[in-house]
């Protein structure tokens, strides 16, 4: 089974500065990885997933994310805050089937200008 | 071209009562998911169609929630004697394929349910 942490609801940052958005997942097998985004009034929207190969990954908008398997985590940064990275954040964990997915209770990201 | 689309946006019934939401995924997308967000959680997994038949219905919470995909595209959730419970925003996502190997997933916006 899978289980997603994600520590902290609410982050606050000035714009220009460090985004950091941490996720730690349980897993009994190797997990697929994501985050995903939901902005006010839309769909979520996939950031960046991780899957195998490279453990650091790129995602859309200046994000990326490190797997770090021997600390079970799967933070998200961006090193320079945009206003219009005001949203909703969730990070995910699937097995290898991809048949189901495991959402974080999400974290409410906001940037003070 | 159109992404997942939900209706209705917004359902207000009242306890006991049935309901019926929809989902028109991607056209071309065999993978369709149902997911409930209740209010300050992420989403939760319901259940998962590949093609017309029910691949996993594991994350239904019992007998009142039921889901049909007849010709393959176009699903709908249904929930029989609602509870104040039910009251969450309802998500669709659909995805090329489903199974082995993954394929992004893409959302709609939702139906928020309200039982009264």
């Known amino acids: 089974a899978q289980s997603v942490t994600q520590l902290g609801s609410h982050v606050s940052v000035s714009e220009g500065a460090l985004v950091l958005l941490r996720c730690n997942y349980s897993?009994?097998?190797?997990?697929?990885l994501f985050w995903y985004v939901q902005y006010p009034n839309q769909g979520l929207q996939l950031l960046l997933k991780?899957?195998?190969?490279?453990?650091l990954v790129k995602g859309i908008n200046g994000f990326e994310a490190e797997f770090k398997k021997s600390e079970t985590s799967f933070h998200l940064t961006k090193p320079s805050a945009h206003m219009s990275d005001a949203a909703e954040y969730f990070c995910?964990?699937?097995?290898?089937?991809?048949?189901?997915?495991?959402f974080g209770t999400g974290t409410s990201l906001t940037v003070i200008p | 071209g159109a992404g997942v689309s939900q209706t209705p946006s917004n359902k207000v019934t009242e306890k006991g009562k049935y309901v019926e939401l929809r989902c028109d995924p991607i056209?071309?997308?065999?993978?369709l998911y149902w997911y409930r967000q209740s209010l300050g959680q992420g989403p939760e997994f319901l259940i998962y169609?590949?093609?017309?038949?029910?691949?996993?219905d594991s994350g239904l919470p019992n007998d009142r929630f039921f889901a049909v995909r007849p010709e393959g595209s176009v699903s709908t959730l249904k929930i029989q004697r609602t509870e104040r419970g039910d009251s969450a925003v309802y998500l669709c996502?659909?995805?090329?394929?489903?199974?082995?190997?993954?394929?992004?997933?893409?959302f709609g916006p939702g139906t928020r349910l309200t039982v009264l």
């Open positions: 897993s009994s097998v190797p997990p697929y």
């Open positions: 169609f590949q093609g017309t038949g029910a691949a996993d």
């Open positions: 991780y899957t195998t190969g490279a453990t």
């Open positions: 996502a659909s995805s090329l394929t489903g199974g082995r190997g993954i394929n992004e997933q893409f």
């Open positions: 995910a964990v699937s097995d290898q089937t991809g048949n189901q997915f495991y």
């Open positions: 056209s071309g997308h065999t993978a």
